[in-house]
């Protein structure tokens, strides 16, 4: 072969080299088509294969959400009270979101009504329960509690809340409304350019800090029920409280907000991995304040505890502390000033049969 080569023409050893390049490309080029063609056919076995997963799924009912395992199809709700620190915490979540891999949404209702109209709670319970491609989800919102098994869902999702002692509460909106906090100080507030305090509202029997103002922290945790929005009604304070008990996951007070993220994080790391260290050194924008507040006096205080509106949203917070420093009480222990979480405090013994 050697002596045929040097034997060849130039010219004829130049064509040669060209055939056997162009043949080559022609090799390669019929070995990608190959190629691809066996990539789309393993596409489309792939997707008959979903398609009967799918199929299954629907047919068998209780099944189909057998997709995803059972922290990947967890969402939790948080329908945050209005100047409980909410912005604070939920700062924490969108921080987490990226790193712990779940989604946040904000559910942002028509002029921030609490309550939903009869067609929302049906889509809302629809798009959360099923939309799994946000899911695990966190979704937090002013929404008044809304209970999914009046809607045949299989599956509830995670109640959470936070509360706050009444009167600071309302004095905190009070100012919020006048003059914005620290985290979006351009924003024009609704009551921008009303210059009295709090303590001269109460005095003048003002509408803004009427004992009325207080009834909010019960109709959140009451729900959608006409009762619950009327105001001072010892029945919406006992479905609150039952709902507290039996429908949240967790409830924490303002005041303790870091003690309820370290709860959160040992019983939901999924979620919360990381969020105590980052409350306790991270950025100082998940601290909201409201500015230019003026604490009241003892006599405006000593007014408002009058209403029984007051007594009523203050039994319903004391109700909801006590709850939480029993959670905690038993979730962790101090040392040298500082709370750790408790070890696991539980094992399994005496396992039969015995495995071979």
């Known amino acids: 072969m050697g002596l045929l080569r040097i034997m060849m023409p130039p010219k004829l050893q130049l064509l040669a080299v060209v055939a056997f390049a162009v043949a080559m490309l022609f090799l390669e080029n019929q070995i990608q088509k190959l190629e691809e063609s066996r990539s789309k056919l393993e596409r489309a076995i792939a997707r008959h294969e979903v398609r009967e997963i799918d199929q299954r799924h629907t047919m068998d009912g209780p099944r189909q959400d057998a997709a995803l395992d059972e922290e990947e199809d967890m969402v939790i709700i948080y329908n945050r009270v209005p100047k409980t620190a909410s912005t604070s915490f939920t700062n924490i979540a969108y921080d987490l979101c990226a790193k712990n891999k779940y989604h946040v949404l904000h559910i942002n209702t028509t002029k921030n009504n609490p309550v939903m109209s009869l067609q929302d709670q049906v889509r809302f319970v629809k798009n959360i329960t099923s939309w799994k491609e946000m899911k695990p989800g966190f979704y937090h919102g002013h929404v008044s509690y809304l209970d999914f098994a009046k809607f045949g869902v299989r599956k509830k999702p995670i109640y959470i809340n936070v509360i706050r002692d009444p009167i600071e509460r309302l004095v905190s909106y009070y100012y919020f409304l006048r003059f914005g906090d620290d985290y979006r100080p351009g924003l024009r507030r609704r009551k921008q350019g009303d210059k009295k305090t709090f303590d001269e509202c109460v ?37 609150a409280k039952y709902n507290l008990i039996n429908e949240y996951f967790l409830v924490g007070v303002t005041e303790e907000l870091e ?64 709850q939480f ?24 013994e005496k396992i039969y049969p015995k495995s071979n």
């Open 325 to 348: 420093q029993f959670i905690r009480a038993h979730a962790v222990r101090e040392k040298d000033g500082d709370l750790y979480i408790l070890t696991q405090n539980f094992f399994y």
């Open 259 to 322: 003690d309820f993220i370290m709860l959160l994080e040992a019983a939901l790391p999924r979620f919360f991995r990381g969020a105590t260290e980052l409350y306790r050194t991270g950025k100082k924008s998940h601290l909201r304040k409201t500015t230019e507040k003026k604490l009241p006096t003892k006599q405006t205080i000593a007014k408002l505890q009058q209403s029984d509106i007051w007594k009523m949203e203050n039994e319903f917070y004391e109700f909801a502390l006590e």
């Open 203 to 239: 005095a003048e029997g003002g509408s803004d800090c009427a004992p009325e103002k207080l009834w909010l922290q019960i109709p959140f945790f009451c729900g959608h029920s006409s009762e619950c929005w009327n105001v001072g009604s010892r029945w919406a304070m006992d479905q």
